[in-house]
């Protein structure tokens, strides 16, 4: 069992509300040092509110959070001088090149001029950028942005790094790129609190997962657990054409009942922990004249297990532009 003196993040009972929206609504977290913890749910579920109070731009109604072991109400300065936060948005300056920004940005938190500029240097090559760091960043694309912006959040290497949402809007690639620096990020000792609705993006670099649903904590494990809490197995199709699609979920539908259109537009998956009855959906795909291009049979992804645990998929946006609400009362 995680003890109080290896977390990095211990959260008890946070609530927050924007007139009579309850954006948070009683969230328990437990966050150990040295790993990343995804937050995952829809827009909307409560994330980005959960975050920003854990690094203190909003104070809770109530409950209580500590953060590196610091209070996050009565010892905000604390917590504002051992951990960064990269938002939805680039937070870089578009009119000063990648090498200004990341020099300017070193400035402002006392390193000197120097040691700035040896900084700067050593971010954009390790980023990727160091053939645009005499570019302006208005003519950066947005995975250049992103990687931009989450070396400015390191300039001087946080304790924990709260990354809300960093791969919202770029291409695989860049994606990829992403996840590569959390990976070193967190291999060099940093602790990342990682809120996203990609359910890819948390199998991919979570240690630990709280599901968040219309502002609640729904469920909470590794991404192992998650997917044995819904079932022990599923089968996963990728089609030839996806335009076979409907089809073919019609098809899977009389053998299997449950179906479960993935993001992938050629993609479909079902329960299914009985592999003859997998085998024989697949039968009757080929004989229906729908081409497959692919199949496994095995653990659900954690695509399914939201939708098991919530009743609808990660897309949903079941409170109504919670985040919108906040950005309004933080005007």
């Known amino acids: 069992m995680t003890t109080q003196s290896t977390l990095a993040i211990e959260a008890t009972e946070l609530v927050k509300t924007f007139g009579e929206t309850r954006a948070v609504d009683g969230v328990d977290l437990a966050v150990r040092g040295g790993s990343v913890y995804g937050v995952l ?86 980023f990727g950028l160091a053939d645009a760091a005499a570019k302006l960043v208005k003519n950066y694309s947005g995975g250049m942005r992103r990687r931009l912006d989450i070396a400015a959040s390191i300039v001087v290497t946080p304790q924990l790094m709260f990354l809300d949402e960093p791969t919202t809007g770029l291409d695989p690639r860049s994606r990829n790129q992403v996840w590569d620096i959390i990976r070193a990020l967190v291999a060099s000792g940093t602790t990342i609190l990682l809120c996203t609705q990609y359910l890819e993006e948390a199998d991919q670099l979570c240690d630990g997962i709280a599901v968040i649903d219309q502002g609640k904590v729904i469920a909470e494990g590794t991404p192992g657990q998650l997917k044995a809490s819904v079932g022990s197995g599923a089968l996963h199709v990728r089609l030839l054409d996806p335009e076979q699609r409907p089809e073919a979920e019609r098809t899977l539908a009389r053998e299997l009942v449950s179906v479960h259109l993935e993001p992938d537009p050629a993609a479909l998956s079902a329960p299914c922990a009985d592999t003859d009855k997998a085998a024989r959906a697949v039968a009757e795909l080929t004989r229906s004249g729908i081409g497959i291009a692919s199949f496994t049979l095995g653990q659900p992804s954690l695509d399914e297990v939201f939708l098991a645990l919530t009743g609808h998929p990660a897309e949903e946006d079941p409170l109504a532009r919670t985040d919108a609400i906040e950005e309004e009362q933080a005007a």
Do not use: F, W, Y
């Not at 854990?54 to 590196?68: E, H, I």
């Not at 960064?84 to 090149?97: F, I, N, P, R, Y």
């Open 41 to 126: 749910g829809p827009n909307g579920a409560g994330k980005t509110t959960t975050i920003r109070m854990l690094a203190t731009l909003l104070r809770p109604d109530s409950g209580s959070a500590r953060v590196l072991g610091h209070d996050v109400v009565t010892e905000a300065d604390a917590v504002r001088g051992v951990v960064s936060l990269t938002g939805q948005l680039a937070s870089v300056d578009e009119d000063l090149t990648g090498r200004e920004n990341l020099i300017l940005v070193g400035r402002l938190l006392g390193v000197g001029r120097a040691e700035a500029k040896a900084r700067a240097t050593e971010l954009l090559e390790a």
